[in-house]
């Protein structure tokens, strides 16, 4: 086989994360030292960008630019929740025919390695030779293969800490908190509040992830019951929750181009809950709820660094793969952990078809009755989230006066 | 005057903050030191602790201990929104009485200050000897007399932060983004939204303060201006805007016992402002809301490092003005800025009068028309909040292919 030369374009697309940038730099910083790409462009907007050849020269970066965007949280290139047309497909190749773009990157979730896919079907019908690559990244950890995403520890360590301040704060003004965490149908970032608990009556004290049917009476019970234990009670619910018959109980009616119900930014669900436990155990209860939001994947400063170091890796490993005489000419990199006491991980190449359309949920290894997560859960992703700020408290025993 | 001898009773009380723990523990490193207290009680979840004999010692702690819980935010004591009747005044001197408490130490804001001077006019009303001193502390920033508040700069850095974010999230995928931040009637911490602002597009590019009467068409009108210009806009939004009848647009209707109404804790204000943008500029249009909510304060690992200072050191200062010989028998502890180009800050004490039950608004100097702020604003919050993590961009200069 004829080695492959040529430009190359990345983009990005989907949600952004805290780290998708460092993926980025690491495959232009892997890119700059390869003789057979000419060209490196950035598609502004990911595919929207591709379609009206709107495209950045990353070639021309400072090294110095370049570092300080891999630590910024969010897509430097912009981003876009978009499945190209068949239509569009086409165009597609009309642009990398026309600017002999042999290289194409995509650095996205689910919804972007299947556009990955799509892309590189198409390549096969049009007889273009192209090298495909999807490089993962997601806050929510649902793609299919890897053992996690890149993207997904740094949110979860916001998450964590977020409960963490929760619970602290609902100690000092008791009542019932409810935090709405991010993950349209999968637990993994709504599981990943749990660890924030260090000691035994640590919020959060009910976790309820989407894997799991939400059911109303059976919440109200476990807040009555931890409630009157504890006179607090914090509670991490995933914005996905849905009750047996399918509907969800956060859903605001949007709908994206890849059929994605928008859940987010709205306190819709927080609210509802609120308003729930007030009519069901008492319109005098302290209930307050905080929708996560946004934070989760923009925060910038609260990174965990195995997270930023791996996704830096995949950025890097995508071109080293690409460009690899006998190797595969597509596939998205994925994350293996390597035996050991010691956290580790290495990388390998999935094909596109393997983590496209389709996502992942969590096990039920992780998942405990309908309101708890498995020490095998948090022994997977603490090593992700890394290590959390230190905590103290006050020996409050009472004064025998 | 002769010198005053006894137990000291410390209590934390109100709205929790990053940096509460400061004031509490530079409190009991100052109070260990003295000769005059005998022992140093923690009231439990403030007056209601007090009224309740319900106290911890605070000598048993260990120093490691104390610098843990020095370094985690909210109240360790726990705390509580509670303003005492005339009857539970009148309790609070029997328990005074009863055990020798001769300094009392309220950390605290306004509605604090206010218990605290109540409970010193009560002292004078029952010819007991006492030392009444508020330790101030509000995230909202709206205390009189004081240059500015504890707590406020590390809000302030949280929010700045998290603007930050969600300015760069809206670049990667526009829209209108609407952030809404606390602060029930003073707009420091949602104009600190603007020390996110470094570059001349960057956002937020609305910033709404209550200290201005919300009028709901002009808001549309400028949101309708900056979203035609730059095909995005990021919003700052206090809680407690208003209109100019007085009311507020995302209140609950909820009341706490010094009269305040609940706003946080509800999305209602971000979904309420969602739906009227795409009611009358395009229900296609892709807006998001976030409320901040209780994580700006309770987030750990997110502090100023001047803010942390300050707050230990009115705690120190609180005693030692206590125990100074010809010192005030009582008074609020407050901050002014000394001249000089270098931020610095020395305390002083006013009276708890002074501070009690008002609060203060955001003077005219700091606000730009009825959406923005000024650069003496931005002067005056920028040492408090401290500097920013570094935020990188790509040059995004356009390819001609």
Excluded: W
Excluded at 220 to 236: E, F, H, S
Aim: proline share 4%.
């Amino acid at each position: 086989m004829k080695k492959l030369r040529g430009n190359l374009v990345v983009g990005q697309s989907g949600g952004p994360t805290a780290v998708i940038n460092q993926s980025l730099v690491g495959l232009v910083e892997a890119a700059l030292g390869r003789d057979e790409i000419d060209n490196i462009y950035g598609a502004r907007h990911a595919v929207k960008g591709i379609l009206a050849e709107d495209f950045v020269d990353l070639r021309r970066q400072s090294r110095e630019a370049l570092e300080a965007v891999a630590i910024t949280p969010c897509a430097a290139l912009g981003s876009v929740r978009k499945k190209p047309t068949d239509e569009e497909r086409r165009k597609v190749f009309d642009v990398f025919k026309k600017n002999n773009i042999r290289f194409f990157f995509y650095i996205g979730g689910n919804d972007s390695a299947e556009t990955a896919h799509l892309l590189a079907e198409q390549g096969k019908l049009e007889n273009y030779e192209l090298c495909a690559f999807h490089v993962p990244k997601t806050i929510d950890n649902d793609l299919q293969v890897t053992d996690h995403c890149p993207g997904y520890g740094s949110a979860a360590r916001f998450v964590a800490m977020a409960l963490t301040g929760s619970d602290l704060d609902n100690r000092s003004l008791p009542g019932i908190k409810i935090d709405v965490v991010m993950g349209r149908k999968a637990g993994f970032l709504t599981a990943a509040s749990a660890l924030a608990r260090r000691r035994e009556d640590d919020g959060p004290h009910l976790i309820y992830c989407p894997e799991v049917i939400f059911n109303e009476d059976r919440f109200i019970a476990d807040v009555d019951t931890i409630y009157k234990k504890l006179g607090r009670c914090v509670i991490a619910v995933s914005e996905g929750i849905h009750r047996a018959d399918g509907t969800e109980i956060g859903a605001t009616g949007e709908v994206d181009s890849h059929g994605n119900v928008q859940l987010s930014g709205s306190g819709a669900l927080g609210d509802y809950l609120t308003s729930m436990i007030k009519k069901r155990l008492g319109e005098k209860l302290r209930v307050r709820a905080d929708t996560l939001g946004y934070l989760q994947r923009s925060f910038p400063g609260v990174v965990s660094a195995t997270d930023a170091e791996e996704a830096r890796r995949v950025g890097r490993v995508a071109v080293a793969e690409a460009m690899r005489e006998g190797g595969p000419s597509g596939g998205s990199i994925a994350l293996r952990r390597t035996p050991g006491v010691v956290y580790n991980c290495e990388t390998f190449v999935t094909e596109l078809a393997n983590v496209a359309k389709n996502t992942r949920s969590m096990p039920p290894a992780f998942l405990e009755g309908d309101n708890g997560v498995t020490s095998a859960f948090i022994d997977y992703a603490r090593p992700l989230a890394g290590s959390l700020p230190a905590k103290g408290m006050l020996d409050l025993t009472r004064v025998k006066l």
